[in-house]
């Protein structure tokens, strides 16, 4: 992966609301050509229980996909996989792994990368 100057986005929430917004901010940052920022240089790092939201069977995967398929990256935290009792394999596909989420915020922010928690 590359860390060129890009943008992160955390998101932790647990509530459903929250996750749903995270994604509408995400798809405007996408969409809005005044942001210099190209889909291929966000990534999204997910951790703690926010993680169920990525699963394949999650009311909003098919989101998920359609932002993968724009050249976004889009991060679980395997510890928080495990804390929580997920399998990689229920993911949706495209899905990457990192071993720790808050690991991966930091060696992004490193290069240079801007931040944005969400929600």
């Known amino acids: 992966m590359s860390y060129l100057q890009g943008v992160v986005a955390h998101v932790t929430t647990d509530e459903a609301r929250g996750w749903r917004m995270a994604l509408r901010n995400l798809h405007n940052l996408v969409q809005d050509e005044s942001v ?3 889909p291929e240089r966000i990534q999204v790092v997910v951790n703690g229980p926010a993680v169920r939201f990525l699963l394949a069977s999650a009311p909003e995967a098919a989101k998920l996909s359609r932002m993968l398929g724009a050249g976004v990256t889009i991060s679980a935290c395997r510890n928080s996989l495990t804390r929580f009792g997920y399998e990689v394999e229920e993911l949706t596909d495209g ?3 990192v071993d720790s989420g808050v690991a991966r915020v930091v060696r ?11 929600p």
């Open 95 to 97: 899905v990457e792994i």
């Open 108 to 118: 992004a922010q490193n290069h240079n990368n801007h931040y944005l928690k969400l």
């Open 36 to 38: 210099s920022t190209p």
